[in-house]
């Protein structure tokens, strides 16, 4: 809450202040619902010991916006934040660290660091249990939110008419489960996994509808082939592996293919759910241009190379990772699109949020905001 006072002092417009005081009437969304994993999550996994990535719990993440480490996987700002902001709502209060008078009905953020929208079983049956962050996946994020739907709201009615004017931010989801793979070095069931990915995110959508949800914003893979981890995990002597990029066109057809069959997906789910209204995020595309044209993009120091790292071609080091000893920080993270290998700078999601505020990477579009982020 402190943190939106602040913001609201100093970077909103006189013109709006002159709004909010005239005129009380509120945005297009009441309330934000996020589920999700390290790249929405604003609090969660920090809250629950964030044992397997301790180093997000100190700088030099959340130096640029917040200045202090608030277990938000970057130096600043996420997508959610931004969006947040254009729809003048405060920034999500992560589930998992509530306090008992905190005000909940603008939003609460479910999503945790290293979620997957396959349960933990899937992972452990794979062979891939011990590579797992958590076990808060998609599902039980979707058992918080019901636990904690008595207290936003109680008759049908009252909930309907509540939710009516939500946003339920389904996703990015679904990255960790190919991930885990990925690390662990073993892809030959990565193609196979897409199915019951898409499956799980689909009954996630499904639920949270059946509980009152009538907007949701469903984010697809980012160009994963062009993420600091895989390139350096994967880097490869055949320039034939590339594309003119400098990523790596295998991983990012297979983001495509998740991409794919997630829209499919959301298809059905439209034709099904005719009262809902159901959104893709295209992260894949926006992400796309910066990484096509940093430059272009003010992202001056390209868009391979980790702000935050061990050193190496793309300055990720599994063995010097971000916030661990043998890594530096860039002067500049402004210019940079990847944070610390994984993850992208606030930046870079301040980018991403633009391109789904106000247009046209959302399909069909969110509702429009009258505020302009910066
Ligand atoms: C940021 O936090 C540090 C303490 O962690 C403090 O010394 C510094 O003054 C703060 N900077 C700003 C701009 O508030
Ligand atoms: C790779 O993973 C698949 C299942 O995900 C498993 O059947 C196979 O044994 C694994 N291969 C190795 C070399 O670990
Ligand atoms: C996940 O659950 C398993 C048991 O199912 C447990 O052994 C493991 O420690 C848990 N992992 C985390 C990161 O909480
Ligand atoms: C990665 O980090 C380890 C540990 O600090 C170091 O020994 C190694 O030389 C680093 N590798 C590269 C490529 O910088």
Not at 113 to 121: F, P, R
Not at 275 to 282: G, S, V
Not at 305 to 333: E, L, Q, T
Not at 354 to 366: E, V
Request: with cysteine; charged share 15%; hydrophobic share 35%.
């Amino acid at each position: 809450m402190k943190v939106y006072i602040f913001l609201a002092i100093t970077s909103l417009t006189f013109g709006f202040h002159e709004r909010v005081v005239s005129n009380p009437s509120p945005g297009p969304y009441n309330a934000i619902f996020n589920f999700g994993d390290s790249l929405s999550d604003t609090g969660n996994f920090l809250a629950s010991g964030a044992l397997s990535y301790p180093v997000i719990g100190k700088f030099p993440y959340g130096q640029t916006f917040f200045n202090r480490s608030t277990g938000r996987c970057s130096d600043g700002r996420l997508v959610v934040d931004f969006i947040a902001e254009a729809y003048e709502l405060p920034y999500l209060p992560p589930y998992l660290a509530l306090t008992k008078d905190q005000n909940i009905h603008p939003g609460v953020n479910f999503a945790v660091a290293g979620a997957t929208a396959l349960d933990t079983k899937f992972f452990i049956e794979a062979g891939l249990g011990k590579f797992l962050w958590t076990n808060d996946s998609l599902n039980i994020q979707l058992g918080w939110f019901k636990k904690l739907k008595p207290s936003l709201c109680t008759t049908k009615q009252d909930c309907d008419s509540y939710f009516e004017r939500s946003l339920f931010l389904v996703g990015e989801i679904g990255g960790n489960d190919y991930n885990y793979a990925v690390i662990a070095g073993n892809i030959t069931q990565l193609q196979a996994t897409v199915p019951p990915v898409v499956e799980a995110i689909t009954t996630a959508i499904n639920e949270l509808i059946a509980e009152g949800a009538r907007e949701l914003l469903v984010p697809g893979n980012l160009p994963i082939g062009c993420s600091a981890l895989y390139l350096t995990l994967y880097r490869s002597g055949n320039k034939e592996d590339y594309d003119g990029n400098g990523c790596l066109k295998g991983f990012n057809d297979f983001a495509e293919y998740h991409n794919k069959e997630l829209k499919l997906a959301l298809k059905t789910l439209r034709q099904k759910n005719p009262h809902a209204r159901i959104l893709y995020a295209d992260y894949y595309n926006v992400a796309k241009r910066f990484f096509h044209a940093p430059g272009h993009h003010e992202f001056s120091s390209g868009a391979l190379r980790a702000c935050c790292g061990g050193g190496g071609a793309y300055n990720f080091n599994m063995s010097a990772r971000c916030g661990h000893i043998g890594s530096k920080v860039c002067a500049d993270p402004w210019t940079h699109a990847n944070w610390d290998g994984i993850h992208l700078t606030e930046a870079a999601y301040r980018y991403i949020a633009k391109g789904l505020i106000y247009g046209p990477f959302s399909y069909p579009p969110l509702k429009t905001s009258p505020y302009k982020i910066a």
